[in-house]
């Protein structure tokens, strides 16, 4: 016999944005309950002790910045923020072309010239190169919201063709950009979102790039887990939602696999759109919003950890220039991240994104390709012993980003009241990531607790853009675009 539950708010799904929202309604007085499939809160940044080796591994390996401020008011919240491990100041990353590093780090330069420095020290770009990258910056410059949507029915390669891009330019800088930073080849993403991207970069400060230095899902589960449950709050994990009830015009609860009835007055899903569009009544389905939810594509990838028998580096992350043919995208070895590890021998993080293409490999060839690339920039690797290695399959690592996308991203309300809808992939006008999914959980907590009679301003805003870049842009924005990006973008529509 099934039981009825009564809370004001459910929240399906226990990653980042569902955490975040329940983290930002604990002191609304409302009644909560977050729903988790699987065993560990996280989602798709969860993380796990190896059995083998007792070492803390994440689902993939990830770094934040310091142009998180939404993730980082979650970690101040909880009181881990003081976890993540920083790389040395003036670095950002380093770049692998064969044997060859190439060290991105920030200058004196203002933004958005900020990155010149580097990219002029490329050996394989030129000045031409360099100068075929002004009319991408300009029009970037100039993006609102409204022109993200404009560029959104245009491929990122088609794009940046229009605005006379030299192909040494794109192999070097677009298409390393899109696959690291957005999951997708520069030929597939959306121009929008891939020129938002740029344009968050070009007009702050170089950021700061930081890991996590415990487990990834453990700088904010365990926290949130435990403050919801000190404040009476259910964190159900292991736990499947069925179905989520409602009339024609709004949500009324959820039904879970194991027959329970949990009524609320706010349904927060959290889900990725693939596992939410199931769950809905067929009367919400071709509601504005709601009925292009089956649109959204994964993009699935795969994480290879390595455990060797010695140090093989000193670096904490470095990435391979892109090839089409190569496998892997960045690496991490977190014997110089973890803190506490000492004089610990190497264990190596990789990703290979846009996995799809590999899906047929073993485990055993998707590690023996990952090692043979390690060895390529890293020639200390060829004397190594590996100890130890898994393989991790991942369905999801994003909503490919593929043009339509960004028309496509929900807001918060949903057309059906009482449903609210929070995640990377939802309108945050920020690309998908860890910041995203904070943002929106944070937004979704505004709505429901100003419905509540609770207002309260918790989204954080990115940090203020340079004087230089500030009045690049009001210039921007009153210029016109290139003519072959105009009849581009109309054609594209």
């Keep these: 016999m099934s039981s009825t539950l ?18 930002g309604l604990l002191d609304a007085g409302l009644r909560l309950a977050v729903v988790e499939r699987d065993e560990l809160l996280g989602g798709r940044a969860r993380s796990w002790t190896d059995p083998t080796t007792g070492d803390p591994v994440h689902v993939g390996p990830h770094i934040v910045t310091d142009c998180y401020p939404n993730f980082f008011r979650l970690l101040e919240r909880l009181g881990t923020a003081d976890r993540v491990v920083w790389e040395p100041e003036s670095l950002l990353y380093t770049m692998f072309d064969g044997a060859r590093a190439i060290e ?24 031409l190169d360099l100068a075929s990258n002004g009319a991408p910056a300009r029009v970037a ?13 245009l491929d990122g390669g088609a794009a940046l063709d229009a605005l006379g891009v030299r192909p040494a330019m794109q192999r070097r800088y677009w298409q390393f950009s899109a696959m690291s930073i957005l999951n997708t080849t520069l030929e597939r993403v959306s121009a929008g979102s891939l020129l938002r991207t740029f344009h968050h970069a070009i007009t702050r400060d170089a950021v700061r790039v930081g890991f996590p230095g415990v487990g990834l899902g453990d700088l904010f589960a365990p926290g949130a887990r435990a403050a919801l449950e000190a404040a ?10 069925a179905e989520i009830l409602g009339t024609e015009a709004r949500a009324t609860g959820v039904r879970l696999a194991d027959g ?21 009544p067929e009367s919400w389905q071709a509601r504005a919003g709601l009925d292009s939810l089956r649109w959204f594509s994964p993009v699935p990838y795969i994480s290879v950890y390595l455990w060797f028998d010695r140090r093989i580096t000193a670096r904490q992350f470095w990435a391979r220039s892109y090839h089409p043919d190569d496998l892997n995208c960045d690496f991490y070895d977190y014997a110089n991240i973890y803190p506490d590890w000492g004089a610990r021998p190497s264990l190596v993080g990789s990703n290979i994104i846009d996995a799809a293409r590999v899906a047929h490999w073993s485990d055993a060839a998707i590690v023996e390709r990952t ?14 012993t590996l100890r130890h290695a898994t393989v991790h399959r991942i369905p999801l690592a ?8 960004e028309a ?10 009482g449903l609210l809808l929070a995640g990377d992939w939802t309108r945050t006008g920020l690309p998908s990531s860890m910041e995203s999914a904070a943002a929106s959980g944070w937004r979704a907590a505004e709505l429901v607790g100003a419905d509540a009679g609770h207002p309260q301003r918790l989204v954080q805003p990115l940090p203020s853009r340079g004087r230089l870049a500030r009045v690049l842009m009001a210039a921007s924005r009153v210029a016109p675009w290139p003519p072959r990006l105009r009849r581009a973008t109309a054609q594209g529509r």
Excluded: K, Y
């Design 6 to 23: 009564e809370f004001d708010v459910v929240i399906l799904g226990g990653g980042i944005a569902g955490l975040t929202c329940a983290v």
């Design 104 to 127: 991105l780090r920030r200058s004196s330069l203002p933004p958005p010239v900020q990155m010149l420095a580097t990219l002029r020290a490329d050996p394989a770009l030129g000045l």
């Design 141 to 153: 410059l100039g993006l609102d919201e409204q022109e993200v949507l404009r560029l959104d029915g």
């Design 232 to 241: 009476g709050h259910p964190v159900w994990t292991g736990t499947t939602a």
């Design 260 to 280: 329970r009835i949990l009524r609320a007055r706010h349904v927060v899903s959290t889900l990725p759109p693939g596992d939410l569009a199931p769950l809905l």
């Design 371 to 384: 090692r043979e690339e390690l060895m390529e920039n890293l020639p200390a690797a060829r004397a190594a």
């Design 398 to 405: 994003v909503q490919a980003p593929l043009p339509g996308f």
């Design 408 to 417: 496509r991203r929900p807001p918060a309300r949903s057309p059906v009241e």
